[in-house]
Antibody, heavy 123, light 107 residues
Framework: QLQLVESGGGVVQPGRSLRLSCAAS????????MHWVRQAPGKGLEWVAF????????YYGDSVKGRFTISSDNSKNTLYLQMSSLRAEDTAVYFC????????????????WGQGTLVTVSS | DIQMTQSPSSLSASVGDRVTITCRAS??????LNWYQQKPGKAPKLLIY???SLQSGVPSTFSGSGSGTDFTLTISSLQPEDFATYYC?????????FGGGTRLEIK
């Protein structure tokens, strides 16, 4: 059964860093691209980043480019999001989500989602 | 970036009603349009991908149509479990973008 479980959220001060994890089961990250999507409290969805199945291609949303880094460890079947220079506007629930395309450049939509982890940026 | 505009932003309807939600893209996205349902405190759920393909396990009361810049999500007969927020999302080009959401409430 396919499952995605995020962890690593919490309260962090502005300007600091935080790393989120997403443990995948029921499929291999070496076969599918993965995304991070976030949702600020009471707001809509915002795409954050994508990594291809082979790790060779990474794309970022404009608001996080240069501050966030997406990566994966296929031996642990775990996806990461390294967030640095955090701002108040990064406060959100962060979801990891699976791209449905098998070993391709990505279908660019999300067929399975984790339950999310809350990141609060506040002094 | 491609802007996605949903209408209406909220909608009240009754069980058994037929409901249509519209999504408009700021430029042509061919058929690269997807729909999600989100309930409070839960992750979004994929309903329809590439305009009209029904995700496995999604009831056939949901359907999608459109092309280019204008798309619709239709629920043919509302069920109690359908009251939620719905989002469209373009998968034509990065950065991927969502519509602002349509909150579907019980009348």
């Amino acid at each position: 059964q396919l499952q995605l479980v995020e962890s690593g959220g919490g309260v962090v001060q502005p300007g600091r860093s935080l790393r989120l994890s997403c443990a995948a089961s029921g499929f291999s990250l070496s076969n599918n691209g993965m995304h991070w999507v976030r949702q600020a409290p009471g707001k809509g969805l915002e795409w954050v980043a994508f990594i291809s199945y082979d790790g060779n291609n990474k794309y970022y949303g404009d608001s996080v480019k240069g501050r966030f880094t997406i990566s994966s460890d296929n031996s642990k079947n775990t996806l990461y999001l390294q967030m640095s220079s955090l701002r108040a506007e990064d406060t959100a629930v962060y979801f990891c989500a699976k791209d449905p395309l098998y070993q391709g450049s990505g279908s660019w939509y999300f067929d399975y989602w984790g339950q999310g982890t809350l990141v609060t940026v506040s002094s | 970036d491609i802007q996605m505009t949903q209408s209406p932003s909220s909608l009240s309807a009754s069980v058994g009603d037929r409901v249509t939600i519209t999504c408009r893209a700021s430029q042509s996205i061919s058929s690269y349009l997807n729909w999600y349902q989100q309930k409070p405190g839960k992750a979004p759920k994929l309903l329809i991908y590439t305009t009209s393909s029904l995700q496995s396990g999604v009831p056939s009361t949901f359907s999608g149509s459109g092309s280019g810049t204008d798309f619709t999500l239709t629920i043919s007969s509302l069920q109690p479990e359908d009251f939620a927020t719905y989002y469209c999302q373009q998968s034509y080009s990065a950065p991927l973008t969502f519509g602002g959401g349509t909150r579907l409430e019980i009348k």
